[in-house]
């Protein structure tokens, strides 16, 4: 899963800024919340009559509502509760690989989470079982780094430091463009949501497909 350094950051910034097991245990609560509600009957109802982008947005909104319309834990729940992975593994050049686990829900409930995630998140995604499931973490983690950032451009700058990190200790084997473009999405998303609360995410995403057309017609 490529981005693995992003959702590792967030989760060294959450340890570092949280140390008493209540808000631990907060971040799990709601990471249990958004996988049960991806399971829920509403929101398979949801999946016949909508399209992913959203799919995407009612997870969001399903979220902030159960935070109590608190932007900063939303972002940083979905985060964790939309990442692909329980394990983070990273290959230091000289210390070897060193595995990283991640605040995650018990197996059955983490692989049906998994499987029922939006994937057509840009026009260009796979039309298979994976999609872009993997850009919907990096997409929050993103928004969480620019929504609480008040340095220019400091989104940017960790969205870059990430892929070229990865490159270096052997997360990914180069850096993916499509990831620099979920990531300065995200930071667009996280941006416009200290102006305007009631942005949603797909208003961003789709972005993407309209700059594409727009510039191919």
Do not use: C
């Not at 693995?4 to 971040?27: A, D, E, H, R």
């Not at 049960?36 to 947005?57: C, G, M, V, W």
């Not at 290959?91 to 605040?103: A, R, S």
């Not at 929050?140 to 609480?148: C, E, L, T, V």
């Amino acid at each position: 899963m490529k981005n693995k350094f992003l959702i590792l950051l967030l989760s060294l910034f959450f340890i570092s800024s949280n140390q008493n097991f209540p808000q631990k245990s907060k971040l799990f609560n709601a990471i249990e919340f958004t996988s049960n509600y991806i399971l829920s009957k509403e929101y398979y109802n949801n999946l016949k009559n909508k399209f992913d982008l959203q799919l995407i947005d009612l997870i969001y909104n399903n979220q902030l509502k159960h935070q109590k319309m608190d932007i900063k834990e939303a972002l940083l729940s979905l985060t964790f509760a939309l990442v692909q992975v329980r394990v983070v593994s990273i290959n230091f050049p000289i210390l070897g690989t060193i595995n990283y686990p991640l605040v995650s829900v018990n197996d059955s409930l983490f692989e049906l989470k998994n499987k029922f995630l939006p994937k057509q998140v840009f026009w260009d995604s796979n039309l298979n079982d994976f999609g872009d499931k993997d850009k919907l973490s990096h997409f929050f983690g993103s928004a969480f780094i620019s929504y609480n950032s008040n340095i220019f451009d400091f989104g940017d700058l960790i969205g870059y430091f990430i892929e070229v990190f990865e490159e270096v200790f052997q997360i990914q084997s180069s850096i993916d463009k499509r990831d620099m473009m979920t990531n300065y999405l995200g930071n667009i998303f996280g941006d416009l949501l200290k102006y305007n609360k009631n942005i949603l995410p797909s208003q961003v995403l789709i972005t993407n497909t309209l700059i594409y057309f727009n510039y191919n017609l």
